[in-house]
T-cell receptor
């Protein structure tokens, strides 16, 4: 099966700094990717997505970068706030079938 | 509330008992997914439906697990003869159309504790 992994299981950043969360995927046929945020005891919440025909997409304070050559995704959060503290997952999708998730990165924002 | 709705939110059951979870997807979403998540791990795919048809089942879905979506709207996930290893959060998600590039939206999950 597909394997989606993250380079760092935990990340601590100072409030106001930028955060970068990385994700590696193994299926070169994956054509759609989503970043989710999950707070304790809650379901994953959609943050931003990107299709494989793009290499960058920006949202409000978030940017996703896709490097298909090395099968790598990153999520950049600008001006990180305490409310950004959560676990972040990347998920990959191939041809409209199910999504595969990585283990997640726990982001802690230090006030 | 127009999001994905799951109930019960929490269930504690004795080993060997059967449990059933219900998921109401976002209105008019014709795809519905079930995932399982244990502490410190990402969601693991279990199964998904396109309308009432169950299109794929993970090998994680043992014969003690059964999911249905009889009218293509809400879905149920039943676990028979529960084991302690079934303790997890069961997540339901839905998406509007088939094909690549359709975001799936999750509910808040149903926590199962088997004692």
């Amino acid at each position: 099966g597909e394997s989606v992994g993250l380079h760092l299981p935990t990340l601590s950043v100072q409030e106001g700094d930028n955060s970068i969360i990385n994700c590696a995927y193994s299926n070169s046929a994956s054509d759609y990717f989503i970043w989710y945020k999950q707070e304790s005891g809650k379901g994953p919440q959609f943050i931003i997505d990107i299709r494989s025909n793009m290499d960058k997409r920006q949202g409000q304070r978030v940017t996703v970068l896709l490097n298909k050559t090395v099968k790598h995704l990153s999520l950049q959060i600008a001006a990180t706030q305490p409310g950004d503290s959560a676990v972040y997952f990347c998920a990959e999708n191939t041809a409209g079938n199910q999504f595969y998730f990585g283990t997640g990165t726990s982001l802690t924002v230090i006030p | 509330d127009t999001g994905v709705s799951q109930n019960p939110r929490h269930k504690i059951t004795k080993r060997g008992q059967n449990v059933t979870f219900r998921c109401d997807p976002i209105s008019e979403h014709n795809r519905l997914y079930w995932y399982r998540q244990t502490l410190g791990q990402g969601p693991e795919f279990l199964t998904y439906f396109q309308n009432e048809a169950q299109l794929e089942k993970s090998r994680l879905l043992s014969d003690r697990f059964s999911a249905e979506r009889p009218k293509g709207s809400f879905s149920t996930l039943e676990i028979q003869r529960t084991e302690q290893g079934d303790s997890a959060m069961y997540l339901c998600a839905s998406s509007p159309t088939r094909g690549s590039g359709n975001t799936i939206y999750f509910g808040e999950g149903s926590w199962l504790t088997v004692v």
